[in-house]
């Protein structure tokens, strides 16, 4: 069954350094998001994306997130300058439409850890 | 309100018993409630779904019952097994994105 992979599965960063998750949605799928998961918290919706722009994005998502698709098969988180609170779980997912019913695929997340 | 609502935090059934896990919402713009079963080191993996122009659907020992006059729905799991043992988050969807539930940590004992 083809699934969501990502990479790396956990990342050490020192604060105020540039990181970068990367993800292969699952190749007919459409519409991408991430999603983070603060430990032992509720997993949030960051951003989804579609036809090569950002689609929604939440509160959290602010100018330090951004999100690309730099060729056919990887989407992109980047945090541009990393801040201890963004050490949590960072799920890729991705669906083949948007319209509900339509179910959300998701990675196995990396584990990013902010010192 | 763009809140999802879940509980117990945590249960323990028997090996053999039901496990009921129940969800509320206010926000009537959710039109689709998937639940989501998520194992250690994993990602969240699609249980099972229901609209809410549907009362029950049923996929094997997991049933999903949605009350959409008082805006509740919950997760039944027949039969538990001890490879049951999982975080369970329930959903809805709105606008494009999936709002999760805080989890329930659900532990079947053997």
């Known amino acids: 069954e083809p699934e969501v992979t990502q990479t790396p599965s956990h990342q050490v960063t020192q604060m105020g350094q540039e990181v970068i998750l990367r993800c292969v949605p699952i190749?007919?799928?459409?519409?991408f998001y991430w999603y983070r998961q603060i430990l032992g918290q509720k997993v949030e919706f960051l951003v989804s994306?579609?036809?090569?722009?950002?689609?929604?994005k939440s509160e959290i998502f602010d100018d330090q997130f951004s999100v690309e698709r730099p060729d056919g098969s990887n989407f992109t988180l980047k945090i541009r300058s990393t801040k201890l609170e963004d050490s949590a779980m960072y799920f890729c997912?991705?669906?083949?439409?948007?319209?509900?019913?339509?179910?959300?695929?998701f990675g196995d997340g990396t584990r990013l850890s902010i010192l | 309100q763009q809140q999802v609502k879940q509980s117990p935090q945590s249960l323990i059934v028997q090996k053999g018993g039901i496990s009921i896990i129940n969800c509320a919402y206010e926000?009537?713009?959710?039109?689709?409630f998937p639940w989501y079963q998520q194992f250690p080191g994993k990602g969240p993996a699609l249980l099972i779904a229901?609209?809410?122009?549907?009362s029950e659907k049923k996929e094997g020992r997991f049933t999903i019952s949605f009350n959409k006059s008082a805006k509740q729905f919950s997760l039944h799991i027949m039969d538990s097994q001890p490879g049951d043992s999982a975080t369970y988050f329930c959903?809805?969807?709105?606008?494009?994105?999936?709002?999760f539930g805080q989890g329930t940590e659900l532990s079947v004992k053997p």
């Open positions: 997912a991705s669906s083949e439409q948007t319209v509900n019913n339509q179910p959300q695929h």
């Open positions: 229901i609209r809410p122009d549907v």
């Open positions: 994306f579609y036809n090569n722009e950002i689609s929604e």
């Open positions: 926000n009537t713009a959710f039109d689709y």
């Open positions: 959903a809805a969807w709105v606008g494009g994105k999936l709002i």
């Open positions: 190749s007919n799928h459409l519409y």
